[in-house]
Nanobody, 126 residues
Framework: QLHLVESGGGLVQPGGSLRLSCEAS????????IGWFRQAPGKEREAVSC????????NYAESVKGRFTISRDSAKHTVSLQMNSLKSEDSAVYYC???????????????????WGQGAQVTVSS
């Protein structure tokens, strides 16, 4: 059974960078499309980025385009989310999730993903 674990969250000042990683146990992460989502207090969970299982095609939410980069390290069986130029509005719990279908061409839906990690807190504050 697939289990996902996020790491790399923390506290960073506005304009700073963080790198989140998603690792799997119970199965090979390379077999899955991986999405990153985030949820701030009082808000709905929203899609951030997605990388497809077959061709590593990706999508990004408009709010993070040009600042965040998703990547897959097939040798290490991890998916990372590099977050640069962070803003206070990026503060949230970030989740990675797995799906068997490819990423949508625009923004992913939470309903496409069946397995979720426990989340990693990202706080952007001075």
């Amino acid at each position: 059974q697939l289990h996902l674990v996020e790491s790399g969250g923390g506290l960073v000042q506005p304009g700073g960078s963080l790198r989140l990683s998603c690792e799997a146990s119970g199965s090979d992460l390379n077999y899955y499309t991986i999405g990153w989502f985030r949820q701030a207090p009082g808000k709905e969970r929203e899609a951030v980025s997605c990388i497809s299982r077959h061709d590593n095609s990706s999508n990004y939410a408009e709010s993070v385009k040009g600042r965040f980069t998703i990547s897959r390290d097939s040798a290490k069986h991890t998916v990372s989310l590099q977050m640069n130029s962070l803003k206070s509005e990026d503060s949230a719990v970030y989740y990675c999730a797995a799906a068997t279908l490819a990423c949508r061409t625009t923004v992913s839906s939470i309903w496409d993903f069946g397995v979720w990690g426990q989340g990693a807190q990202v706080t952007v504050s001075s």
